[in-house]
Structure formats: C-alpha cells, structure tokens
C-alpha cells in the first residue's frame, strides 16, 4: 500500500464537525481523483484534479471542498455531512497521456457520520 | 452514455477450480479500454487485467483471463485454480477514449472461494 496511501482509514463526525481526508500518491502521476463507495453500487466519481487543476466535479454538494496543493497530494474537506454522506471514500492517481490511463487506488477512508 | 453492468450480485467457486465473472457495456465508441479490478476485504482496490478494444487477442495475466466479445459488448472474467486469496469483490470498469480520464464502473461481483 505504498504507491497511494490515504489518512485517515477510519473517521467518525458529527455534522456538525469539520474534518479532512487525505491523499498522497507516490508515483509520480500528474492525475488524482476522489471516488465515494456505498454498498452495493458503482463507484462514484466526486472529483478529477489534472496538473493540479480540477477538471471534473461530478455535481457534488458543496459540503465536499477538495483541494490538490501539488500533484502529489489531495485533500477532501467535509463539513456539515449528512449521515447519508457515510462511505468509503477512495483516493487514486493515474498518469495523463498514456493510453490505457491506469488509475491506482489508496486504501480508503472509511467514513461514519451520526 | 456508456454504462456498465455485472449481472451477478455474487459468486461462489470451489477452491481450485475455474469461475467466470461477467460484464457487460454499452457504447457508440469503437476505441476504449476495458477494466477488472479487485478489491479485497482489506479494502485496496487492485487492478487485476486491461484490455484495449482495438486488440482481437484476450488478455491475460497468469491465472486471470478475459473473454473480450466486442460485437456482443461483453467482457467476462476467467479466473483459473482459483485460490483463498481471489476471494474479493470485482468490478468491471470502461474508460472511453475522450472521457476526460473517467471510469465508467459495474456495481461489482463479490466472488466467494469455499476451501
């Protein structure tokens, strides 16, 4: 689990709480996004940062603030969740301009919010 | 829109023996990259095969195959000798060729291995 790791890889808040997810890949990719997984569904895609400019926002409430201070780290900010808003929360990088466009996954954060 | 679907919820195998998982896609394109991916119960998702579908020739990785069927949008998994550590959840993903990097996923195959 060295290529991208994610803290925490378990939270629990309140929703009223204000708390940080983080990302940091080691791999050299210029791409990084934030996956939410719910039981039993496909994996959603939240945000897509290239070259640390966001280029995907995939109509995600405005309770998630992500934020890519360089290419190789990524933050997802949370406040005011909704219990609904508890899930895995995956980070992964890939590297823009090859052609299969592997994506690479952290481990996960697994969310809880009461 | 493309889409993507695993018709089987969940799968159970016999140790050592072969199991197929399915997936099926629908697109206009004619050029795209096809994905399986597995996701232990430790949670890291783990890219397991890939196909580009401008290759004929399945893909393979050791014990892992595909059956690529571009006509019928059908990409199935083959998983041969099948072992305790296969046990996982597998997703199938698309990634067309102008998709701004976004992967199109299944909702997952959870694949039990009995001992």
């Known amino acids: 689990e060295t290529g991208v790791t994610q803290t925490p890889r378990h939270l629990v808040m309140g929703m009223t709480n204000k708390k940080s997810l983080k990302c940091e890949q080691h791999l050299g990719h210029n791409a990084m996004y934030w996956y939410k997984q719910s039981a039993k569904k496909p994996l959603e895609l939240m945000f897509v940062?290239?070259?640390?400019?966001?280029?995907e926002n995939n109509s995600v409430p405005s309770r998630f603030s992500p934020e890519c201070p360089n290419s190789s780290h990524l933050f997802l900010h949370l406040h005011t969740l909704q219990p609904e808003d508890s899930a895995l929360y995956l980070c992964?990088?890939?590297?823009?301009?090859?052609?299969?466009?592997?994506?690479?996954f952290g481990p996960g954060t697994r969310l809880l919010v009461l | 829109a493309q889409t993507v679907t695993q018709s089987q919820p969940e799968m159970s195998v016999q140790e050592a023996e072969t199991v197929t998982l399915s997936c099926t896609y629908d697109?206009?394109?004619?050029?795209?990259?096809l994905f399986w991916y597995k996701q232990p119960p430790s949670r890291q998702m783990i890219l397991v095969i890939r196909q580009e579908a401008y290759k004929q020739q399945n893909a393979t990785e050791n014990r892992f195959s595909v059956n690529f069927q571009k006509a019928a949008k059908s990409f199935s998994l083959k998983i041969s000798d099948s072992q305790l550590g296969d046990a996982a959840m597998y997703f199938c993903a698309y990634r067309g060729m102008d998709s701004n990097y976004q992967l199109i996923w299944g909702a997952g195959t959870k694949l039990i291995i009995k001992p």
């Open positions: 992964a990088s890939s590297q823009p301009g090859t052609d299969e466009e592997t994506q690479y």
């Open positions: 940062y290239n070259f640390k400019e966001q280029t």
């Open positions: 697109t206009s394109e004619s050029d795209y990259y």
